[in-house]
């Protein structure tokens, strides 16, 4: 599945170069230059990893990291990526909570090797096994397709991405363009009630509700998120 991320710096070069290297590997990115506009991004728009330079206009990246990390409740991971390469410097952004640190300049593999690994390392990245069970629900990766409670529900191949995507990211908002970049392909808005159709369907379909330990809920003003109430484990 594609990584969906999130660059701010205020160089157009560096810009270019991790956007190219990320749409060369399949993956989706977002670029800003400063720091304000990607602090009202992660806002309203779900991302698996961003990535920041320290000094930028309107705001820096320590400080957009500080807010990430006090404001939202499961932030992405994120990757400052500085010319700014002190001990003290690296300790700081690590401390505020970045999970890496990238020293400009970088060669190309290696940003994307770390961008990768910042995926994974956030959970962000479904595993590759044929069969997930998450209570009644089983999905087949290989089938593409849902069991509930052994039994074949048929469901539409952008139903069954939907479904399977809100269940890889149990408890997590989903922006709107996040689940359009998932399943359409495109953050472009293709159109509201399609998405709105789609998961509707999905809802019912599977018979998402409190009994069966999993609701679609919405999040207004950004999207959805699937909600569990099925018991921990002991």
Avoid at 20 to 29: F, I, P, S, Y
Avoid at 41 to 70: C, H, N, Y
Avoid at 121 to 144: H, V
Avoid at 172 to 192: C, H, K, M, N
Wanted: hydrophobic residues 40%.
């Amino acid at each position: 599945m594609p990584i969906r991320v999130a660059i701010a710096d205020d160089d157009q070069e560096i810009l270019s170069q991790v956007e190219t290297v990320l749409v060369g590997a399949g993956h989706e990115c977002i670029a800003y230059r400063n720091g304000k506009d990607v602090l009202n991004a992660i806002k309203r728009e779900t991302f698996d990893v961003v990535m920041l330079d320290w000094s930028m206009p309107g705001a820096t990246g320590i400080e957009v990291l500080g807010w990430a990390q006090q404001n939202i409740d499961s932030p992405p991971p994120f990757i400052m990526l500085t010319s700014r390469s002190s001990k003290s410097d690296i300790i700081r952004g690590l401390e505020t909570g970045a999970c890496d640190y990238v020293i400009k300049p970088e060669n190309s593999a290696v940003i994307l090797a770390r961008i990768e690994a910042a995926a994974r390392r956030g959970q962000r990245q479904p595993t590759k096994e044929r069969f997930k069970d998450y209570g009644k629900f089983r999905i087949d990766n290989l089938e593409n397709k849902f069991l509930v409670d052994g039994e074949e529900i048929k469901l539409t191949a952008k139903e069954f991405q939907l479904g399977a995507l809100f269940f890889d990211n149990v408890n997590r908002p989903l922006s709107r363009g996040y689940l359009f970049s998932q399943v359409w392909g495109t953050s472009e808005d293709i159109a509201t009630r399609t998405l709105d159709m789609h998961i509707s369907r999905v809802r019912s379909k599977l018979a998402l509700n409190p009994e069966n330990g999993f609701v679609i809920q919405t999040v207004f003003g950004f999207g959805y998120r699937m909600d569990t109430y099925l018991e921990p484990e002991e």
